[in-house]
């Protein structure tokens, strides 16, 4: 069955500290996709990155980073150097082929970044 | 611009009284789908479409329809609202919903709240 957990609720840091966000994953998928997804104070949904299960290459976009391991079935999200307009919700999301390729979200963190 | 245009924003309605909350894309996609959002629950999939008048349910499909006549188009119906059906809804779209998955782009929200 697939499932994502995002085991951290909230998440305080003080500007400038790095953060990472923790994502689990399950599946009896080879093929399968992860994916970021932030979600500001203003509510709407965007899309950060997406990783198939065939590229374990870790990526890294300006401040932030993911890391993929699926020794450990995790993917998670590190941003450095965090600033205040980071403060979101955070989604992991999964998409496999035994799930019809419906995505399913893990229950979201909460990232404070205090000035 | 290229968007997800969810109407209305915001809807306060009384229990039983029918709604539609309309979803148009102009991206051509061919994947549109509908999640409820729910406090500690992350997103959860209402319906989803993978072309026109092709519809499946989702995770939490009971008392919610949808229709796909148009490739741009996938309202949300809620014949008979209630209470337990106030939430944050999300129209999302994708390139395609099979392999590969591109992750979605969302609408930007419709709070329901069913009194």
């Known amino acids: 069955a697939q499932k994502v957990t995002q085991a951290q609720t909230e998440i305080s840091v003080v500007e400038k500290e790095d953060v990472t966000l923790d994502c689990v994953y399950e599946?009896?998928?080879?093929?399968?996709?992860l994916f970021w997804y932030k979600q500001p104070p203003s509510g709407e949904l965007v899309f950060l990155i997406r990783?198939?299960?065939?590229?374990?290459q870790n990526e890294i976009s300006g401040r932030y980073s993911w890391n993929f391991q699926k020794s450990t079935s995790s993917f998670n999200f590190t941003i450095t150097a965090s600033q205040v307009v980071d403060s979101a919700v955070y989604f992991c999301?999964?998409?496999?082929?035994?799930?019809?390729?419906?995505?399913?979200f893990g229950a979201g963190t909460r990232l404070f970044v205090k000035a | 611009e290229a968007q997800v245009t969810q109407n209305p924003r915001y809807l306060i309605t009384v229990t039983g009284k029918k709604l539609t909350v309309t979803c148009s894309q102009n991206?051509?996609?061919?994947?549109m789908s509908w999640y409820r959002q729910d406090p500690g629950l992350g997103l959860r999939q209402i319906y989803y479409?993978?072309?026109?008048?092709?519809?499946d349910k989702g995770d939490v499909p009971e008392g919610y329809k949808v229709s796909r006549k148009e490739k741009r188009n996938f309202p949300l119906i809620l014949e008979s609202p209630s209470p337990n059906q106030t939430s944050l809804y999300f129209c999302?779209?994708?390139?395609?919903?099979?392999?590969?998955?591109?992750?979605?782009?969302f609408g930007s929200g419709t709070r329901l709240t069913v009194v």
């Open positions: 999302a779209s994708s390139l395609s919903g099979d392999i590969p998955n591109y992750g979605y782009t």
């Open positions: 599946t009896r998928d080879t093929t399968y996709y």
């Open positions: 990783r198939n299960s065939f590229d374990e």
């Open positions: 999301a999964l998409s496999d082929v035994s799930g019809g390729f419906k995505t399913i």
């Open positions: 991206m051509n996609h061919e994947y």
């Open positions: 479409s993978m072309n026109v008048e092709v519809t």
